[in-house]
């Protein structure tokens, strides 16, 4: 693995469609995150998976979006309906499990959603 | 919402020069890390710093953490025009199984 990967690097969209947006992790991470990133802000915590389990989903998280990551690997951040204000860079990053030599989070190089 | 406060927003030195970024924030912490961020891209960890530790290096890098005053600095020395990035401390809470991050400080190094 050479880090984190994202699809697409770049979407635009007409608003009311539905996204769907990919995240390969480092295989080794167990723990996986989403989040997002608006212009000139920092990023801003979705949702966290240790493997296949979603133990964790912010406010921000609007029953519009949901996110999956089947049998602990890849994991997906679905959109419905979307909205201008989805318009944003979305960041997946992994990392190792407690007890690792790394604590850092290795992020990907993000999805930019703009909704049109 | 961002969990944490940093400072300046925006530095612009010349090449050669120390750069230093601050961040505030305001809950209990195990660690502080910071990031870099070029344009349109990713976050890249730079260094992390634990509540027990209040100083640390790495290469022309040095964190220090004052967890009574809640704050960090990060000075880069001896910037290059490569150091031009966003820069963001980023806070794992107690409890809390995510990072916290700052607003960032958008630093520009004139060559």
């Known amino acids: 693995d050479t880090g984190v990967s994202q699809n697409p690097r770049h979407k635009i969209t007409k608003r009311g469609q539905n996204v769907t947006f990919r995240c390969d992790p480092i295989?080794?991470?167990?723990?996986l995150y989403w989040y997002r990133q608006t212009l000139g802000q920092g990023p801003e915590f979705l949702t966290y998976f240790q493997n296949e389990a979603q133990l964790e989903k912010s406010r921000l998280l609007s029953d519009r979006f949901s996110a999956e990551r089947p049998k602990g690997s890849f994991s997906t951040l679905e959109i419905q309906r979307t909205e201008q204000g989805d318009s944003a860079m979305y960041l997946c990053?992994?990392?190792?499990?407690?007890?690792?030599?790394?604590?850092?989070?290795?992020f990907g190089s993000g999805t930019r959603l703009t909704v049109v | 919402s961002q969990q944490g406060e940093e400072d300046p927003q925006a530095l612009s030195i010349q090449e050669g020069e120390n750069a230093t970024m601050n961040c505030s924030y305001k809950t209990s912490i195990n660690n502080l890390q910071w990031y870099r961020q070029n344009s349109g891209r990713g976050l890249v960890h730079l260094i992390l710093?634990?509540?027990?530790?209040r100083e640390k290096h790495s290469g022309r890098l040095r964190v220090t953490l004052d967890t009574s005053k809640k704050s960090s600095s990060l000075l880069i020395t001896a910037s290059r025009a490569a150091d031009t990035a966003s820069y963001f401390c980023a806070m794992a809470q107690t409890g809390a199984n995510n990072l916290f991050f700052g607003t960032g400080t958008r630093l520009t190094v004139i060559p």
């Open positions: 990053a992994s990392r190792d499990p407690p007890g690792g030599r790394v604590y850092g989070y290795t």
């Open positions: 710093i634990r509540s027990n530790e």
């Open positions: 295989s080794e991470h167990n723990r």
